[in-house]
């Protein structure tokens, strides 16, 4: 891609295709009419569609995500006679280019009859969001083992807070698009999509769009990065096919970045009310916690997905016995929140990392000690947290070890106490974290309220050159999954990596994966299933292989350096050989058919659980309250690295997000629920001058519930780093501040107006100010 041969899908365009701007609210919550006289009468336009037009001829998309008890919001690809955010798209204008569709799209006429907007996440019933609501809130979930309340009433501290992760942008390179075209008798369609969900979204046009999903193919391009935002379907998918058919023309729609940050998901978005009680040595007695998950107007795909998550996730890599978690997810006028790299599982880990670490100051135990003091054993393990989560293997406390050793700890903590004696603002500070991964066993998601099966299944096809494909529903996004896919089945053919190609993002040729290309389930999940598929294939190779060496039983026949398979007497054939008499059919042996191909389909028997420690260095600066990371030591066990390579390329891209979500970025609203973010000019993401050096510390435990031993890792710095930044921030101001730390993004004119800084009053800093303050 970084030399030019990537195809992404705004690259690509067909004859005759029209072009489609979608119109959007730009009031948060109002009553509607339209009229669009003028942009009909535009030059070059083809249809202008509404919500009239859209909804007796489709139906709302269905949820993947449903909580326990749920109220019904549906979403439609069209607004009817009411908005609930800016960004709801309300009209589409079709034209014969971007430019006339822009041109047009302005003289479309809405008159807002504004309703008073609900912008904090709370129970309240006043104003409802929903009519037939009795209050907004959406879904309930509640986890509960042993008894939390004497847990927290025999504790010789209980620590309380309130730790919220703020709202954030997945912030892709690429933006979504939508292309469409139905076949001449208009039964069935074609679409490209930016996703990483193929089949998801196959299965949800089928249904707004009230056809057999064997009519619907989805077509995938390269993808400039996704983060879970592109997880799911979206209503723009069934609104350009909708087009499509209306003007009988093929549409495409490509997002600008503007709209993307309104009418993208949004990720975080979620405040967790934590107790944590503790013994006098630091062990955990108890924990009680309430989550608080803003959904924005409508639940959308995921449905209150992430707050589950984060509901569940509370207790970490920690012995806990006793723990009360409920789920609050809640309606606004804000963007729905989705999918976002980590999803539910850095809200989390801020919420317990922190209150730990708070707990460790006010019992005068150093923060290492007290985690290694609550850290699961390997002997522990597996071990089912009191959420239900079946944390699988790994070597907690040997990790966390090796991490203090490579950061010095103790050495590390007596210099920032130096520095902060002689005036600087200088804080040290850790976090460890489990991460959910190999995303998929279908009866445990069933039982989280996830509608989607979790199989994957994989084909490996060797052709009569003896070159092989590997077929996947998986969907690349730019994390090098179809290097880690050729390299499974290379090893488990036999073959060489160069003649191993594997195709992906065509729902006509891809198998079926239940739960997409997200939740990290690449490695472990897919993984597994093209390891035995390819497997399957070096057997039925061997058959072949010792029926032209005639020898009776297979087993017999070993293979060679070269790939080839040879007899005890020295006879060989190379693969070549192989391929072509599988392929040729001339002379087979008995019972058995032409060609080379072999399939598997691998539904997990429990989720893998990644574990990591990390420890940073932190440096504020008193003129303009930037804080500069200024070492930052990452410890790391997903099991099996099948590309280490790719597992460091991970870690990095991960920690820069993380430390993007703890320190610059956000999506706040306005009191009256108007977004304050609508261009990157006023979102601030890390640069690489805010990146430090990350020193990789790893281990290997395998996963017994994956078959290559694998775990993911694609999440793992969004998790960990935060937590990590918010204690070191804390180390560094003292106790004066310290709740200032438990909201992130923890921004530069916070900290100046919370530090006490001699020559520079506090005062807001403007978004190029905070720029040069970090980057250089």
């Known amino acids: 891609m970084a030399a030019g041969g990537g195809r992404y899908l705004a690259d690509e365009q067909a004859a005759g295709e029209l072009h489609l701007v979608v119109i959007r609210a730009t009031e948060p919550h109002a009553r509607i009419s339209i009229d669009t006289s003028r942009a009909c009468a535009a030059p070059g336009v083809h249809a202008v569609i509404v ?10 998309m269905a949820m993947i995500w449903t909580a326990q008890t749920q109220a019904e919001a549906p979403t439609w690809c069209l607004a009817g006679d009411r908005v609930r955010y800016v960004g709801e798209p309300i009209a589409a204008v079709i034209a014969d280019d971007a430019y006339l569709a822009e041109d047009a799209a302005e003289l479309v006429q809405v008159t807002y009859d504004r309703l008073p907007a609900v912008v904090e996440a709370t129970t309240d019933s006043e104003p409802l969001l ?53 076949d001449i008798t208009g039964d069935s369609v074609t679409v490209w999509t930016s996703t990483q969900a193929l089949h998801q979204v196959r299965a949800s046009l089928a249904s707004t769009l009230r056809m057999p999903q064997s009519r619907v193919r989805v077509l995938c391009p390269d993808v400039g990065g996704a983060f879970g935002n592109k997880a799911c379907a979206y209503i723009e998918e069934t609104l350009v096919a909708f087009a499509a058919r209306a003007v009988r023309r093929p549409v495409r729609w490509i997002e600008s970045r503007s709209e993307a940050f ?9 405040a967790v009310d934590l107790e944590l009680g503790l013994n006098a040595d630091g062990t955990i ?47 606004t006028n804000k963007t729905p929140i989705g999918a976002y790299r980590g999803f539910g599982m850095p809200e989390a880990t801020l919420a317990i990392e922190r209150a730990l670490d708070e707990g460790a ?29 079946c944390l699988d293997s790994g070597r907690y406390g040997e990790l966390l070890d090796l991490v203090v050793d490579r950061f010095g700890w103790a050495q590390t903590q007596r210099e920032a106490a130096e520095a902060r004696a002689a005036g600087r603002l200088v804080g040290v500070g850790t976090s460890c974290y489990v991460e959910a991964t190999n995303f998929g066993p279908s009866a445990a998601a069933a039982m989280m309220g996830i509608n989607n099966p979790g199989h994957d299944r994989a084909v490996v096809r060797m052709d009569a050159t003896g070159s092989v494909t590997v077929l996947t529903g998986q969907v690349p996004m730019g994390q090098g999954l179809e290097t880690a896919l050729a390299q499974v089945a290379a090893d488990g053919a036999g073959v060489a990596l160069e003649s191993v190609s594997v195709l992906f993002g065509d729902t006509q040729a891809s198998p079926y994966t239940g739960y997409a290309s997200g939740g990290c389930r690449g490695a472990g999940v897919a993984g597994s299933a093209v390891m035995m598929a390819a497997r399957g294939l070096r057997e039925q190779m061997r058959r072949f292989a010792a029926h032209l060496l005639e020898v009776s039983d297979p087993a017999a026949v070993h293979d060679t350096e070269s790939g080839g398979f040879a007899d005890e007497s020295g006879s060989h054939v190379t693969v070549g050989q192989v391929a072509d008499a599988a392929w040729r059919a001339t002379d087979l042996p008995p019972d058995t058919q032409p060609g080379l191909e072999s399939s598997y389909t691998y539904d997990p028997r429990n989720f893998a659980f990644t574990f990591g420690a990390v420890a940073v260095v932190v440096e504020i600066d008193r003129d ?16 099996i690295q099948l590309n280490p390579a790719l597992v460091a390329g991970q870690i990095h891209g991960s920690t820069a997000q993380g430390i993007g979500a703890a320190l610059y970025e956000q999506l706040p609203y306005t009191s009256d629920g108007q977004p304050m973010v609508q261009s990157l000019w006023d979102y601030l993401p890390p640069l690489p001058g805010n990146m430090p050096p990350i020193e990789l510390v790893h281990l290997e435990t395998p996963s017994p519930f994956s078959l290559n031993g694998a775990k993911g890792t694609g999440e793992s710095g969004c998790i960990a780093v935060p937590a990590a930044l918010a204690n070191a921030i804390r180390d560094a101001i003292g106790d004066e501040h310290a709740d200032i730390v438990d909201t992130i993004p923890i921004t ?3 900290l100046l107006a919370a530090i006490d800084s001699p020559t520079l009053p506090a005062r807001q800093l403007q978004p190029s100010e905070v720029l040069r303050g970090n980057a250089f």
Do not use: K
């Open 748 to 750: 530069a004119d916070r």
């Open 361 to 389: 100051r006010r019992l005068g135990i150093d923060p290492i000690e007290i985690r290694r003091r609550n850290l699961l054993r390997p002997d522990e393990l597996p071990y089912w947290t009191p959420t239900m989560m």
């Open 285 to 331: 007695t108890g924990i009680r916690a309430t989550v608080v998950l803003d959904c924005g107007a409508t639940p959308y795909m995921a449905g209150a997905g992430s707050g589950i998550v984060t509901t569940a996730m509370l207790t970490g890599p920690y012995r806990v016995s006793h723990a009360l978690s409920e789920l609050v997810a809640v309606v």
């Open 130 to 182: 929903y009519d037939d609501w009795p209050d907004n809130v959406f879904g309930r979930t509640r986890f509960e083992a042993g008894d939390p309340v004497a847990a927290l009433a025999d504790a010789a501290l209980v620590v309380a807070g309130r730790y919220t992760s703020s709202r954030v942008a997945g912030l892709s390179l690429e933006t979504r698009g939508v292309r469409a075209a139905w």
């Open 624 to 639: 303009t309250g930037t804080v500069s990371v200024q070492r930052l030591v990452f410890g790391h066990d997903c099991g």
């Open 262 to 270: 309104t009418a993208t998901v949004h990720g975080r978005g979620t």
């Open 51 to 60: 919500g009239s037009d859209v909804r007796p001829a489709t139906d709302p």
